[in-house]
């Protein structure tokens, strides 16, 4: 019997593969198929980054790791990485599913994620604190344990090398926004609706400007989508990599 394909799960900026066990935990549910996730060049337990990085180099990295031709799903940097290696690497690409991705950053976005880049290099601590805030709100319904865990992961995380990457995540949009119409695979744009950062109007960009995109949004939820509507977003991801599935005969 032919084994499913694999998916794959690419965290977001100061993040490693721990942020995706609520969303693994629901995927068992719903699927065989094996769901992993990665830990981005600079995080987790990769090797710290040393000097400037791109989009392109980032991306060749987990190319490198992949178990073959797997499903991505990536969030927030890893949705730029996995839309990277859809455009450059379809081999390794069934489906390609973007959560609370930016794209095409209007001068106005572009320059509000500068200021973060800014606030991080003058005062690490300040900016992680500022993340936390601004992903879970009063209200978010995430418990405090959870939320004690992003904290501590951001807070681990070599300054120089989360800079390396966060400059990465403000900037690369811009690279490959023009390449997005280029990707050949089936492809999902989904975010929350009370998203400040990846918003509904950036995920709909995304959604038309690939041309087997589709968007999804999710109402009532914010950015760390995959933490506070773990069950919500497996069903998402599920359905839709299913239906590619069938689609491809893969």
Known sequence: MVQPLPIVLLHG???????????????AGLTDRPA????????????????????AGLAADVAERLPGRAHLVGFSL??????????HRPDLVASLTSVSSVCARTPQEAASVRNRLDN????????????????YPAGSGVDATTVSGTRATLL????????????VFATADAEIGPELGKIA???????GELDPGSTPEMSRRLGQAIPRGRTVVVPGAR????????????????????ESSRESHD
């Not at 890893?78 to 455009?87: D, I, K, S, T």
């Open 156 to 167: 681990a995380n070599s300054q120089e090398s989360y800079l390396h990457a966060y400059e």
């Open 78 to 87: 890893g949705a730029l990485v996995a839309q990277h290696l859809a455009r």
């Open 185 to 191: 695979l089936p492809s999902l744009a989904v975010t």
């Open 13 to 27: 900026v100061g993040l490693d593969h721990t942020m995706w066990e609520p969303l693994r935990a629901e995927i």
């Open 223 to 242: 950015h760390m989508l995959p933490v506070e509507q773990p069950r919500e977003l497996a069903l998402i991801i599920h359905r839709f990599i299913e």
């Open 120 to 135: 991080a290099r003058s005062d690490f601590a300040g900016s992680v604190e500022a993340s936390v805030v601004r992903w």
């Open 36 to 55: 992993l996730a990665l830990d981005l060049p600079g995080h987790g337990g990769q090797p710290p980054l040393t000097g400037p990085a791109t989009l």
